[in-house]
């Protein structure tokens, strides 16, 4: 909901609970970077490293809420942010730890923030307060006892002076009535710009992405119009060749040997047959027909019970996705289940399809999981996951395996339904 939308009063509430919360986090800040001072004297005598990752992930803790917190006011969504997992590091990674470009932009942002909030603090702090006990002091200054005047901001004794803080009140009210939104989305705006990664790196890679997937996909379009061409040569085109050849056969024999016309009819009607039996083979690699009669996971289940190992099945999770989808996720299914029982020798294999919703895209998940001997490698000799990743990326999805020696193999994709 944009910001025009809201109240002016509420919007300017909005403004300054944020920069309350911002003062609260600047003496939260102000205690890291307390923290920090007292550690870096002992990074002299070696203990003070121990405590480096410690401060680098608070320091990372500190930068990802400032992102969410400025991204929730400026009504936009933050880039997601996955804590990294420490175990024991070397001295070496402990001193990488602080030459990272993230580490820098974080100190960066603190620094900034901790010199910069206290002037908004007073400002979109302040000028309220001072505003409310300016109206106040106006108001009940003759209710105090001569010896304890209010102080709005001077001493208020007499009505003069009482209209003179009124008057400071009200332009405090004004002030802060213009200056309160504006100050706080400078302020969200700031630390967006300071830890939001690049957004011309980002552009960058999102198109860097598209190419990719626009690759793909021209691959595969190519590689299936090569595969229809060979099938149509090979296959449904010799059999009608055959099927004219017993025709012709049958129309010279009718005047030479009558007998053998049924025989050639026979053959004809033969290769007739095979041809649509061909044809319709072809189609169904093109678009398989029962994915309209059953849907996908009506589907997968067809192709479970027709594979060479045990399967089972779980669709509990799944929803109807774009045709397409449907589509690629019934052949990668397929793939990863001839990868299976050719190379992998397992005794079982665990088939999941499921809808995952992120945001505003839905995502169909196809998870493949066997007992084999694993060592799969996408690209690997005889592995068949590489057309598997390609129908993924034509799609803009990702494939994963994860296939340690010894098993098991897990190999995962992930298909953006685009809607």
């Known amino acids: 909901m944009p910001t ?19 003062a609260w986090w600047w003496l939260v800040g102000l205690f890291y970077l307390c923290a920090a001072l007292a550690v870096a004297p002992f990074l002299l005598f070696g203990i003070g490293w121990l405590a480096v990752p410690t401060l680098v992930d ?10 969410e917190r400025s991204a929730g006011y400026a009504r936009t969504v933050a880039p997601p942010h996955a804590p990294v997992s420490r175990g024991s590091l070397s001295f070496r990674e402990r001193v990488a730890l602080l030459t990272t470009g993230e580490f820098r932009r974080n100190g960066a942002w603190l620094l ?37 005047p209010q102080y709005a901001p001077f001493p208020v004794t007499s009505w003069p002076l009482a209209a003179a803080a009124f008057a ?35 552009m960058a890679q999102q198109i860097e992405s ?14 299936e119009l090569r595969r229809i061409e060979r099938e149509l040569h090979d296959g449904a085109q010799n059999r009608l060749v ?19 016309v049924a025989s050639y009819l026979t053959k004809a009607q033969d290769a007739a047959s095979d041809a649509l039996t061909g044809l319709r083979e072809m189609v169904h690699d093109i678009y398989p027909p029962v994915l309209d009669e059953l849907g996908l996971g009506g589907a997968a289940s067809t192709l479970t019970s027709r594979s060479g190992v045990p399967c089972t099945l779980d669709v509990s999770r799944l929803r109807r996705a774009p045709a397409a989808v449907e ?31 992120s945001g505003a895209e ?23 996951l590489a057309g598997v990743a390609r129908r993924a990326e034509a799609l803009g999805g990702t494939l994963s395996v994860a296939s340690p020696t010894g098993g098991p193999t897990v190999v995962k994709v992930e298909l953006p339904c685009g809607f």
């Not at 055959?242 to 053998?260: C, H, K, Y």
């Not at 690629?328 to 088939?351: G, I, P």
């Not at 839905?362 to 068949?384: F, I, K, L, P, Y």
Request: proline letters at 4%; charged letters at 15%.
């Open 4 to 22: 025009a939308s809201v109240s002016p009063l509420r919007s300017r509430w909005r403004a300054f609970a944020f920069i309350g919360v911002e």
């Open 58 to 67: 608070w320091l990372d803790h500190l930068a990802a809420r400032a992102r």
């Open 112 to 148: 900034g923030h901790l010199l910069l909030v206290p002037f908004v603090i007073l400002l979109g702090i302040g000028l309220p307060l001072a505003a409310v006990n300016g109206l106040t002091s106006a108001f009940v200054w003759w209710a105090m006892p001569l010896d304890d």
């Open 168 to 202: 400071i009140a009200v332009a405090c009210a004004l002030i802060t009535w213009v200056l309160l939104p504006w100050l706080a989305r400078r302020t969200a705006a700031s630390t967006l710009a300071v830890l939001w990664p690049d957004r011309v790196t980002e």
């Open 210 to 223: 598209l190419s990719r997937s626009r690759a793909a996909a021209l691959d595969a379009h190519s590689s």
């Open 242 to 260: 055959g099927v004219v050849m017993m025709i012709g056969l049958a129309q010279r024999s009718l005047e030479t040997n009558p007998d053998a």
């Open 327 to 357: 589509s690629a996720a019934y052949f990668v299914l397929a793939e990863a289940l001839t990868n299976a029982a050719k190379y992998a020798q397992a005794s079982t294999v665990a088939v999941t399809l499921s809808s995952e919703s």
């Open 362 to 384: 839905e995502t169909v998940v196809v998870r493949v999981e066997d007992d084999g001997v694993g060592g799969a490698v996408v690209g690997g000799a005889g592995s068949g």
